[in-house]
T-cell receptor
């Protein structure tokens, strides 16, 4: 167990809908990262937050947004969902030591 | 931005043989290079990492080497076992708690 939690574990929804994925980092970690992993694909970096502020942005679609709250948990919002958004979404957290600890992931299926 | 290339994409070895996976990076300012192992359906987990002030690091059967001049780093697994079968990802980042760029992954299969 990495200490990073993600909810829900699985999510099944329809095209055009909006969903919210939640991540709680390890105790004391200020950085939260979001990644998308499509079937048989690598880890695509989406966005990073550090202590509530956006720090780095990857190839995140405009339909996707994220935020980190004062208690350091983070949410990833995906809207106007398309079939191609079906993937495993990982959250990771890190302290300044750089090592990222990954959560168990949320498997999103868009039908 | 940073670009990380990882080779090979698939690797099959016999149990007991060694396995080597190589990554190259483009940004000379990158200074932290972790390797993650991801078993099917599970989260990536750090197995070893190296910083730019070190050329080699070893942890039991796993070692990582870094060549800053050539901008490449490699993962070496010796005496492979079937439980080493997984997808391995390399990554590069350039500041503390900064964004990591991942390679596309290598699927390692160890045949008993």
């Amino acid at each position: 167990d990495s200490g990073v939690t993600q909810t829900p574990k699985h999510l099944i929804t329809a095209t055009g809908q909006r969903v919210t994925l939640r991540c709680s980092p390890r105790s004391g970690d200020l950085s939260v990262y979001w990644y998308q992993q499509s079937l048989d694909q690598g880890l695509q970096f989406l966005i990073q937050y550090y202590n509530g502020e956006e720090r780095a942005k990857g190839n995140i679609l405009e339909r996707f947004s994220a935020q980190q709250f004062p208690d350091l948990h983070s949410e990833l919002n995906l809207s106007s969902l398309e079939l191609g958004d079906s993937a495993l979404y990982f959250c990771a957290s890190s302290a300044p030591s750089d090592e990222q600890f990954f959560g168990p992931g949320t498997r999103l299926t868009v039908l | 931005g940073e670009n990380v290339e990882q080779h090979p994409s698939t690797l099959s070895v016999q149990e007991g043989d060694s396995a080597v996976i190589k990554c190259t990076y483009s940004d000379s300012a990158s200074n932290y290079f972790p390797w993650y192992k991801q078993e099917l359906g599970k989260r990536p987990q750090l197995i070893i990492d190296i910083r730019s002030n070190v050329g080699e690091k070893k942890d039991q059967r796993i070692a990582v080497t870094l060549n800053k001049t050539a901008k490449h780093f490699s993962l070496h697994i010796t005496e492979t076992q079937p439980e080493d079968s997984a997808v391995y990802f390399c990554a590069a980042s350039k500041n503390n708690a900064g964004k990591s760029t991942f390679g596309d992954g290598t699927t390692l299969t160890v045949k008993p």
